[in-house]
T-cell receptor
Framework: GENVEQHPSTLSVQEGDSAVIKCTYS??????FPWYKQELGKGPQLIID?????GEKKDQRIAVTLNKTAKHFSLHITETQPEDSAVYFC???????????FGKGTMLLVSP | DVKVTQSSRYLVKRTGEKVFLECVQD?????MFWYRQDPGLGLRLIYF???????EKGDIPEGYSVSREKKERFSLILESASTNQTSMYLC???????????????FGEGSRLTVL
């Protein structure tokens, strides 16, 4: 089955800095890679996703890059703000499948 | 606004008790999921269901069962709770995935279970 590794487990940055979270996956057939954000006391929420026919996708301050050859994808957050503080999960799946395999999560702390 | 509601935010149970965790979604989604969240272990899939009365084992089904009698409701059952089942339990739902579409997961706020 699929295995998703996520690094780092914790990340502390100053407000305004950039943050990068990296994930690797094992199943070369995986072609759908979403990112979820979990704020304190809430369930995870989808913030961005990417499919394997795309190398990069941006949505305002967040972007995701995908390297299918290396089986590696990353989340980039620019100009971080305190409200970006949360736990972020990457995941992988085959498109059209209902289940996702999640990474172990990264706790991002943005200090004012 | 889409909503997944978990009936209990916090529960404290004793070892050996039978525990029911209830989840209801109002989005007419076909898929429903139960995840367990533990520090350092991320989100692990316990069971999921893609239709009424259908269920599929996830990665860690041992010690759990599920029930889906109605489309909007998915229950997680711990037949005999043990201390190693102390955890945060998250319910989610999504539209049925097919072809080039994988449905977005909508999560509830979680049920924190403590087994003493």
């Amino acid at each position: 089955g699929e295995n998703v590794e996520q690094h780092p487990s914790t990340l502390s940055v100053q407000e305004g800095d950039s943050a990068v979270i990296k994930c690797t996956y094992s199943d070369s057939a995986s072609n759908y890679f979403p990112w979820y954000k979990q704020e304190l006391g809430k369930g995870p929420q989808l913030i961005i996703d990417i499919r394997s026919n795309v190398g990069e996708k941006k949505d305002q301050r967040i972007a995701v890059t995908l390297n299918k050859t290396a089986k590696h994808f990353s989340l980039h957050i620019t100009e971080t703000q305190p409200e970006d503080s949360a736990v972020y999960f990457c995941a992988a799946s085959r498109e059209g499948y209902s289940t996702l395999t999640f990474g172990k999560g990264t706790m991002l702390l943005v200090s004012p | 606004d889409v909503k997944v509601t978990q009936s209990s935010r916090y529960l404290v149970k004793r070892t050996g008790e039978k525990v029911f965790l209830e989840c209801v979604q109002d989005m007419d989604h076909e898929n429903m999921f139960w995840y367990r969240q533990d520090p350092g272990l991320g989100l692990r899939l316990i069971y999921f269901s893609y239709d009424v009365k259908m269920k599929e084992k996830g990665d860690i089904p041992e010690g759990y069962s599920v029930s889906r009698e109605k489309k909007e409701r998915f229950s997680l059952i711990l037949e005999s709770a043990s201390t190693n089942q102390t955890s945060m339990y998250l319910c989610a739902s999504s539209l049925l995935s097919s072809g080039s579409f994988t449905g977005e997961l909508f999560f509830g706020e979680g049920s924190r279970l403590t087994v003493l």
